[in-house]
T-cell receptor
Protein backbone atom coordinates (compact mmCIF):
# COMPACT_ATOMS: atom_id res chain seq x y z
CA UNK A 1 0.00 0.00 0.00
CA UNK A 2 1.33 3.42 -0.93
CA UNK A 3 1.70 5.83 1.96
CA UNK A 4 -0.20 8.52 0.04
CA UNK A 5 -2.94 7.43 -2.36
CA UNK A 6 -4.46 9.71 -4.96
CA UNK A 7 -6.90 9.04 -7.79
CA UNK A 8 -5.06 9.92 -11.03
CA UNK A 9 -8.23 11.02 -12.82
CA UNK A 10 -8.49 12.68 -15.23
CA UNK A 11 -11.17 14.91 -13.80
CA UNK A 12 -13.02 17.14 -16.25
CA UNK A 13 -15.32 19.94 -15.09
CA UNK A 14 -16.99 22.98 -16.67
CA UNK A 15 -15.72 26.45 -15.90
CA UNK A 16 -17.16 27.81 -12.67
CA UNK A 17 -17.63 24.39 -11.04
CA UNK A 18 -16.45 23.52 -7.56
CA UNK A 19 -13.64 20.99 -7.76
CA UNK A 20 -12.87 18.49 -5.03
CA UNK A 21 -9.53 16.70 -5.09
CA UNK A 22 -8.81 14.04 -2.52
CA UNK A 23 -6.04 11.88 -1.09
CA UNK A 24 -5.71 9.35 1.67
CA UNK A 25 -2.61 8.57 3.70
CA UNK A 26 -1.63 5.69 5.92
CA UNK A 27 1.04 7.00 8.29
CA UNK A 28 -0.31 8.58 11.47
CA UNK A 29 3.03 10.34 12.00
CA UNK A 30 2.46 12.66 9.04
CA UNK A 31 2.19 16.24 10.27
CA UNK A 32 2.41 18.56 7.28
CA UNK A 33 0.12 18.17 4.30
CA UNK A 34 0.77 19.96 1.07
CA UNK A 35 -0.81 20.50 -2.31
CA UNK A 36 1.41 21.15 -5.30
CA UNK A 37 0.21 22.21 -8.73
CA UNK A 38 2.06 21.10 -11.84
CA UNK A 39 1.40 22.57 -15.25
CA UNK A 40 2.36 20.59 -18.32
CA UNK A 41 6.13 20.59 -18.94
CA UNK A 42 6.79 22.44 -15.68
CA UNK A 43 8.00 21.55 -12.23
CA UNK A 44 5.54 21.33 -9.32
CA UNK A 45 4.87 24.51 -7.36
CA UNK A 46 3.58 24.66 -3.80
CA UNK A 47 -0.05 25.75 -3.69
CA UNK A 48 -0.84 25.39 0.01
CA UNK A 49 0.11 23.50 3.09
CA UNK A 50 -1.58 22.74 6.40
CA UNK A 51 -0.22 21.54 9.69
CA UNK A 52 -2.10 18.78 11.47
CA UNK A 53 -5.90 18.86 11.12
CA UNK A 54 -8.21 21.63 10.01
CA UNK A 55 -8.86 23.93 7.10
CA UNK A 56 -6.79 26.55 5.36
CA UNK A 57 -8.16 28.96 2.80
CA UNK A 58 -6.32 30.99 0.17
CA UNK A 59 -8.52 32.79 -2.31
CA UNK A 60 -10.46 30.22 -4.31
CA UNK A 61 -8.54 27.33 -2.77
CA UNK A 62 -9.31 25.52 0.48
CA UNK A 63 -7.19 22.71 1.90
CA UNK A 64 -8.71 20.38 4.44
CA UNK A 65 -7.15 17.66 6.57
CA UNK A 66 -9.06 15.10 8.61
CA UNK A 67 -6.52 13.18 10.65
CA UNK A 68 -9.13 10.89 12.16
CA UNK A 69 -9.90 9.44 8.73
CA UNK A 70 -6.47 10.20 7.21
CA UNK A 71 -8.09 12.19 4.44
CA UNK A 72 -6.66 15.21 2.60
CA UNK A 73 -8.81 17.42 0.36
CA UNK A 74 -8.37 20.44 -1.88
CA UNK A 75 -11.40 22.42 -2.97
CA UNK A 76 -11.29 24.88 -5.85
CA UNK A 77 -14.20 27.33 -6.10
CA UNK A 78 -15.21 29.03 -9.34
CA UNK A 79 -12.77 26.90 -11.30
CA UNK A 80 -11.06 28.50 -14.30
CA UNK A 81 -9.44 27.03 -17.41
CA UNK A 82 -6.12 28.26 -15.98
CA UNK A 83 -6.62 25.80 -13.12
CA UNK A 84 -6.14 22.93 -15.59
CA UNK A 85 -3.08 21.12 -14.27
CA UNK A 86 -1.99 18.08 -12.32
CA UNK A 87 -2.48 18.43 -8.56
CA UNK A 88 -0.18 16.51 -6.26
CA UNK A 89 -0.93 15.92 -2.62
CA UNK A 90 2.01 15.31 -0.32
CA UNK A 91 2.77 14.59 3.29
CA UNK A 92 5.83 15.41 5.34
CA UNK A 93 6.75 13.57 8.50
CA UNK A 94 10.23 14.88 9.16
CA UNK A 95 13.72 13.75 8.31
CA UNK A 96 13.69 15.67 5.02
CA UNK A 97 11.28 13.12 3.59
CA UNK A 98 8.20 14.10 1.61
CA UNK A 99 5.83 11.50 0.22
CA UNK A 100 3.88 12.49 -2.87
CA UNK A 101 0.69 11.10 -4.29
CA UNK A 102 0.57 10.12 -7.95
CA UNK A 103 -1.25 13.32 -8.92
CA UNK A 104 -4.73 14.04 -10.30
CA UNK A 105 -5.06 15.58 -13.75
CA UNK A 106 -7.71 18.30 -13.81
CA UNK A 107 -9.27 19.78 -16.94
CA UNK A 108 -11.50 22.84 -16.64
CA UNK A 109 -13.47 23.42 -19.83
CA UNK A 110 -14.36 26.94 -20.92
CA UNK B 1 14.76 35.91 -10.16
CA UNK B 2 14.73 33.16 -7.54
CA UNK B 3 14.88 29.84 -9.30
CA UNK B 4 16.14 26.30 -9.60
CA UNK B 5 17.74 25.48 -12.93
CA UNK B 6 18.45 22.10 -14.45
CA UNK B 7 20.46 21.09 -17.48
CA UNK B 8 19.94 19.53 -19.87
CA UNK B 9 16.16 19.71 -20.19
CA UNK B 10 16.02 16.76 -22.57
CA UNK B 11 18.52 13.95 -22.98
CA UNK B 12 18.54 10.77 -25.03
CA UNK B 13 21.40 8.42 -24.33
CA UNK B 14 22.39 4.77 -24.60
CA UNK B 15 22.74 2.13 -21.94
CA UNK B 16 25.98 2.37 -20.00
CA UNK B 17 27.06 5.84 -21.07
CA UNK B 18 27.75 7.93 -17.97
CA UNK B 19 25.83 11.16 -17.69
CA UNK B 20 25.39 14.07 -15.30
CA UNK B 21 22.32 16.24 -14.83
CA UNK B 22 23.18 19.55 -13.23
CA UNK B 23 21.04 21.44 -10.73
CA UNK B 24 21.66 24.91 -9.39
CA UNK B 25 19.66 27.21 -7.09
CA UNK B 26 20.19 30.91 -6.40
CA UNK B 27 18.17 31.15 -3.17
CA UNK B 28 20.91 30.14 -0.72
CA UNK B 29 18.85 27.11 0.29
CA UNK B 30 20.50 24.48 2.43
CA UNK B 31 18.24 21.57 1.55
CA UNK B 32 18.23 20.11 -1.96
CA UNK B 33 16.69 16.96 -3.35
CA UNK B 34 16.33 14.90 -6.51
CA UNK B 35 13.11 13.20 -7.56
CA UNK B 36 12.01 11.09 -10.45
CA UNK B 37 8.44 11.22 -11.73
CA UNK B 38 6.86 8.23 -13.45
CA UNK B 39 3.23 7.78 -14.57
CA UNK B 40 1.09 6.32 -11.81
CA UNK B 41 3.93 6.48 -9.28
CA UNK B 42 4.20 10.18 -8.65
CA UNK B 43 7.36 11.83 -7.42
CA UNK B 44 9.84 9.56 -5.68
CA UNK B 45 12.86 10.87 -3.86
CA UNK B 46 16.24 9.67 -5.11
CA UNK B 47 18.72 11.53 -2.89
CA UNK B 48 18.70 14.58 -0.73
CA UNK B 49 21.26 16.89 0.82
CA UNK B 50 20.96 18.86 4.04
CA UNK B 51 24.05 20.99 3.34
CA UNK B 52 27.45 20.98 1.68
CA UNK B 53 29.06 17.54 1.86
CA UNK B 54 25.98 16.06 3.59
CA UNK B 55 23.86 13.75 1.47
CA UNK B 56 21.60 10.78 2.11
CA UNK B 57 19.54 8.24 0.21
CA UNK B 58 15.88 8.69 -0.56
CA UNK B 59 13.47 5.97 -1.57
CA UNK B 60 14.97 4.98 -4.94
CA UNK B 61 18.75 5.61 -4.84
CA UNK B 62 19.94 2.54 -6.78
CA UNK B 63 21.89 3.46 -9.90
CA UNK B 64 22.36 7.11 -8.94
CA UNK B 65 25.07 9.18 -7.29
CA UNK B 66 25.08 12.75 -6.05
CA UNK B 67 27.57 15.21 -4.67
CA UNK B 68 27.25 18.57 -2.91
CA UNK B 69 30.52 20.43 -3.05
CA UNK B 70 28.93 23.87 -3.21
CA UNK B 71 25.75 25.08 -1.57
CA UNK B 72 24.12 26.12 -4.82
CA UNK B 73 24.85 23.00 -6.90
CA UNK B 74 23.59 19.44 -6.55
CA UNK B 75 24.39 17.32 -9.64
CA UNK B 76 22.81 13.91 -10.26
CA UNK B 77 25.14 11.31 -11.75
CA UNK B 78 24.16 8.14 -13.56
CA UNK B 79 27.34 6.07 -13.82
CA UNK B 80 25.85 3.37 -16.06
CA UNK B 81 22.33 4.32 -17.14
CA UNK B 82 19.81 1.59 -17.90
CA UNK B 83 16.43 1.76 -19.68
CA UNK B 84 14.55 1.56 -16.35
CA UNK B 85 16.04 4.96 -15.51
CA UNK B 86 14.08 6.53 -18.35
CA UNK B 87 12.02 9.11 -16.48
CA UNK B 88 11.33 12.77 -15.76
CA UNK B 89 13.75 14.11 -13.16
CA UNK B 90 13.23 17.09 -10.88
CA UNK B 91 15.64 18.89 -8.63
CA UNK B 92 14.18 20.81 -5.67
CA UNK B 93 15.48 23.08 -2.95
CA UNK B 94 14.11 24.32 0.35
CA UNK B 95 15.19 26.99 2.81
CA UNK B 96 13.49 25.33 5.71
CA UNK B 97 15.01 22.30 7.37
CA UNK B 98 11.44 21.06 7.67
CA UNK B 99 11.41 20.76 3.90
CA UNK B 100 7.70 21.00 3.23
CA UNK B 101 8.02 24.10 1.01
CA UNK B 102 10.14 22.99 -1.89
CA UNK B 103 10.99 24.90 -5.04
CA UNK B 104 11.27 22.67 -8.08
CA UNK B 105 13.31 23.02 -11.23
CA UNK B 106 11.73 22.68 -14.69
CA UNK B 107 12.60 19.01 -15.05
CA UNK B 108 14.90 16.89 -17.21
CA UNK B 109 13.36 14.27 -19.45
CA UNK B 110 15.81 11.40 -19.80
CA UNK B 111 15.46 8.54 -22.26
CA UNK B 112 17.88 5.61 -22.06
CA UNK B 113 17.82 3.26 -25.04
Amino acid sequence: QKEVEQDPGPLSVPEGAIVSLNCTYSNSAFQYFMWYRQYSRKGPELLMYTYSSGNKEDGRFTAQVDKSSKYISLFIRDSQPSDSATYLCASYTGGFKTIFGAGTRLFVKA
Amino acid sequence: EAQVTQNPRYLITVTGKKLTVTCSQNMNHEYMSWYRQDPGLGLRQIYYSMNVEVTDKGDVPEGYKVSRKEKRNFPLILESPSPNQTSLYFCASSLSSVGYEQYFGPGTRLTVT
